[in-house]
């Protein structure tokens, strides 16, 4: 009878797990302390090139993993907006892993399209610029299965930086 009782108590303790009673998205698993989210930080933006058709940004985002397992990242979005020329998202780059307790550095680069009155012969020097980086990253084990039966989106992490270009 003990035993019957050991089992309903784990019966209903998984349930109400599973159910996202106790956590109920993966920030709240992270909040928990399950798996810390990895950070990241947008390091440089800067036009690499300029022609009368348009501009070649490339941002510089640094990711860091404080778990002892590596954390694949499923998606990395970087949108780049420059003051009176526009808005680009990348597409995400090949795959990327975070190595256990480690850090990794990404380059992206967007082309942005200079149209009529976005100033297409003079410098993007002086203009403002925003990124924006979104990285989805993979719990491990257990926890990547839970959030995927309960039809979870993956945890995510926002670096966004402004600025400048030219400074």
């Not at 302390?33 to 510089?60: K, L, M, R, Y």
Request: aromatic share 2%.
């Amino acid at each position: 009878m003990r035993n019957m009782s050991a089992l309903i108590v784990s019966w209903s303790l998984g349930l109400t797990l599973l159910s996202g009673c106790i956590v109920d998205d993966a920030a709240e698993a992270v909040k928990e302390g399950i798996v810390a989210a990895p950070t990241s930080e947008v390091t440089a933006v800067e036009v690499i090139e300029q022609t009368e058709q348009g501009v070649a940004v490339e941002t510089t985002v640094a990711l860091s993993n404080p778990n002892p397992v590596a954390l694949p990242l499923d998606a990395v979005d970087v949108v780049v907006e420059v003051d009176g020329v526009g808005r680009f998202a990348s597409p995400t780059p090949p795959t990327v892993v975070l190595p256990p307790e480690g850090s990794q550095s990404m380059t992206v680069r967007a082309a942005l399209p200079l149209g009529q009155g976005a100033g297409g012969g003079a410098s993007l020097a002086g203009r403002g610029y925003t990124v924006r980086v979104t990285s989805h990253w993979v719990p491990p084990g257990e926890v990547r299965a839970i959030l995927t039966d309960s039809g979870i989106p993956l945890p995510f992490t926002v670096a966004e930086a402004s600025g400048v270009l030219g400074e």
